[in-house]
């Protein structure tokens, strides 16, 4: 008796091995379907901007699916994204691309939400040579680490703020500017620092202060203090939802005055909403907006895309839905051109992407980045309690003049 | 080392200021860790959360349309009943063990109300508006937020009607000597299990108070209660157990340390440099304490 236990539970331990084994074989392309994995923060903290990227995913992929689905090999293919919850934990997250990859057999992958989770799976996918399109983790070190199977179709950290240094200095009459600038220390925060270091050097402008903050603060009144006893030129300031809500409401109590703010995160963290004409004028950068008059002819333009996801889901779409939405019409570009499913035909279709989207050009240089799309510049402006965010620059898109210098406190 | 603040000597006024009010804020969460380390020999690992719930609370309203600054009377009271529960369900079973599970269950009630408010309110980073304006001081080079005035204020006047309690009320004197003695307090008729149950409530309330306050000072987020809690907890221990004025004089005087350290080392340096003073300060009492024993034999 003890034998046959034994011999039956060896059984069913065999059958879930080969359970295991036979799934991946199936997993990648399954009859008519192409299965892409993602892991996404659904809970935790990255969970708002996480469900924004699962319904920019999900938006393409039924809209493309919807239009004719993929076509390889002269058989059509529909798209699937597979999805676990990474909880907004990067160690979470690569043992889900570990799973997704061994276990699930799946041989596409999109990325997850923010620079921190995306460095964590990036290690993973390009050790099993397993492509993949991220469309939210701007950290410019995701491109110096010699990755080949990483492609991102947004413009890099350091890239965000670079244009309002170049517009300070077009502002002061092509002469250099004195910045004051607070960051984050994290990631993102500081690849965009050094965007502006760049940018200073490049216009040999002065950086008067440099603060770090620390991400457990939540109270910048010193660095603010500071930036009222120096008067400089341009304030930037970049530190996620909570830096640039913190930044508002302190330099609105302050009376801080500058001629010039930039910030990143206004759309994520809804400051014009938030803060209304207390966060008038500020400047800030954006990976995309729907005013832009980029047209692929899957959502059209930007302005349809937005009315479009509206309907779907009850919420305009931020930029992070939309650089979602971006990823999966370069995977299936990728996998017309390849006219394969070998991952290293799709990858060599991806280095090779140069395509225009409702969200922007997309082109890769070497390194997975995309250098086709500048970075959009707007201004939150208010008319009467409504406050809304106008495209200043680059000024092909602009709806609205920039106004500077922004007007004191005083005279608000 | 940037010495901006000693070139515009404004600015050691501004740095003072925004210390003290800072300090005060932090002092009554710290008031409220003290009380509950002092009777239930409980350190709170949830205090923070606790703190961010009760600015939740305020948000809410401030959703509603009453102002925010009515949290104070509102979130006190919804916090008092939520602490109580919380004590019946949960801390009553760790009271009287090891300090290290209670830490482990506070912990555990710390991330369980993380999750409960990123479900409940949502991630994004919330902050709601007072609208109380600002008070220039010194031809306007010194600029104080109306609401951390505010904040400093209510928090002054709530140690001073909770010590007002714990000194007069029936429940404050069995509260003060549940924290002597439980065991005596007991035998002479006390119903320390009514005691403990009221401790953790008035914790909890205290950091409802706090938070609708730092949810028209600062921002909300169901994560960042854990500042709070590490903060709180230096205070405590620099100010000693069952000292009042302590903690809030520890409470400034950290909050101005920290300033200081702001603009005179750098802000990525602000807070490691509280975390050192600690250290000295731990060292400090460790040497006196030695030096003490070695006197005594």
Redo the contacts between chains.
């Keep these: 008796m003890v034998f046959n236990k034994n011999f039956s539970c060896l059984m069913i331990g065999v059958a879930a091995v080969g359970f295991l084994a036979a799934a991946p074989a199936n997993a990648r392309v399954d009859g008519d379907t192409i299965t892409l994995g993602a892991a996404v923060s659904l809970?935790?903290?990255?969970?708002?901007?996480g469900k924004h990227t699962k319904n920019g995913y999900n938006f393409a992929a039924e809209r493309i699916n919807k239009m004719g689905g993929v076509k390889v090999g002269g058989k059509s293919y529909k798209l699937k994204v597979k999805y676990y919850d990474d909880e907004s934990n990067s160690s979470r997250a690569a043992q889900l691309a570990e799973r997704l990859i061994k276990q699930d057999g799946v041989k596409y992958m999109l990325g997850p939400y923010s620079s921190g989770l995306t460095k964590a799976i990036a290690p993973v996918t390009e050790a099993n040579k397993i492509p993949m399109v991220e469309a939210n983790g701007a950290s410019r070190s995701l491109f110096t680490k010699g990755y080949k199977y990483l492609f991102a179709v947004l413009s890099a950290a350091n890239q965000y703020l670079e244009v309002a240094i170049d517009l300070a200095v077009e502002k002061n009459g092509g002469k250099p500017v004195r910045i004051a600038m607070?960051f984050e220390?994290d990631a993102f925060s500081q690849d965009v620092r050094l965007g502006i270091l760049d940018a200073a050097k490049r216009t040999k402008s002065k950086i008067i202060i440099d603060?770090?903050?620390?991400k457990?603060?939540?109270?910048m009144?010193?660095?603010l203090?500071?930036v009222?006893?120096?008067k400089p030129d341009v304030l930037v300031v970049s530190g996620?939802?909570?830096g640039a809500?913190?930044a508002i409401?302190?330099i609105s109590?302050?009376?801080v005055n500058v001629p010039m703010l930039a910030m990143t995160h206004c759309d994520a963290?809804?400051l014009a909403k938030?803060?209304?004409k207390k966060a008038e004028y500020a400047l800030c950068a954006a990976q995309w907006h729907k005013s832009l008059s980029y047209k692929d002819k899957f959502f059209g333009n930007g302005m349809q895309y937005d009315k479009e996801f509206n309907a779907a889901f009850g919420y305009a779409p931020p930029y992070q839905a939309a650089e979602s939405s971006a990823a999966l019409l370069v995977w299936k570009g990728a996998f017309e051109r390849a006219n394969s499913f070998s991952t290293e035909k799709v990858r060599d279709a991806l280095a090779k992407t140069n395509m225009q989207t409702f969200y922007g050009n997309i082109k890769f240089n070497s390194a997975g980045a995309n250098f086709a799309k500048p970075m959009v510049l707007f201004q939150v402006r208010c008319d009467g309690g409504k406050c809304a965010n106008k495209v200043v620059a680059p000024t092909k898109w602009a709806s609205t003049k920039l106004v500077h210098p922004i007007p004191k406190w005083s005279q608000r | 080392m940037d010495l901006?603040i000693f070139k515009?000597p404004?600015?050691i006024v501004?740095?003072s200021l925004?210390g003290i009010l800072?300090g005060l804020l932090f002092a009554l969460i710290a008031y409220g860790m003290a009380l509950q380390w002092g009777v239930m020999n409980i350190i709170n690992i949830a205090q923070g959360e606790l703190v961010i719930l009760g600015g939740y609370i305020a948000y809410t309203m401030y959703q509603l349309g009453i102002h925010p600054a009515f949290g104070i009377f509102v979130a006190p009271a919804i916090m008092y009943f939520l602490g109580w529960g919380l004590y019946k369900l949960v801390i009553y079973r760790v009271v009287d063990r090891d300090l290290f599970i209670s830490i482990l269950a506070t912990f555990g009630i710390s991330i369980l109300t993380q999750?409960l408010m990123?479900?409940v309110f949502?991630?994004?980073?919330?902050?709601a508006?007072s609208n109380f304006g600002?008070t220039?001081l010194f031809d306007?080079?010194v600029?104080i937020?109306n609401?951390k005035l505010f904040s400093a204020v209510i928090s002054v006047v709530a140690a001073i009607a909770i010590i007002l309690y714990m000194k007069k009320s029936k429940l404050g004197r069995a509260i003060r000597a549940t924290a002597q003695n439980a065991r005596a307090a007991k035998i002479l008729g006390v119903d320390t299990e009514k005691v403990y149950a009221a401790t953790f409530g008035l914790n909890a309330a205290i950091c409802g108070i706090a938070g609708s306050l730092i949810a028209i000072t600062?921002?909300l987020?169901?994560?960042?209660g854990?500042?709070y809690t590490i903060r709180s907890f230096m205070i405590v221990i620099i100010a000693g157990l069952g000292n009042l004025p302590g903690v809030a004089l520890s409470g400034m005087g950290l909050g101005i340390f920290e300033?200081f350290a702001?603009?005179i080392l750098?802000?990525?340096f602000?807070?490691g440099a509280v975390f050192l003073l600690l250290v000295f300060i731990l060292v400090y009492r460790r040497f006196k304490l030695s030096r003490k024993r070695e006197y005594l034999e």
């Design positions: 809970t935790g903290k990255y969970s708002t901007n607070a220390q603060d770090k903050l620390p457990e603060l939540n109270d009144a010193a660095t203090a500071k009222k006893a120096t996620h939802s909570k809500l913190t409401r302190q109590e302050m009376k963290s809804k938030q803060h209304g | 901006l515009a404004i600015l501004q740095a925004d800072l999750q990123n479900f949502g991630a994004d980073v919330v902050v508006q600002t220039l306007d080079s600029t937020p609401s600062f921002t987020h169901p994560y960042v854990l500042p300033e702001d603009y750098g802000t990525e602000r807070i």
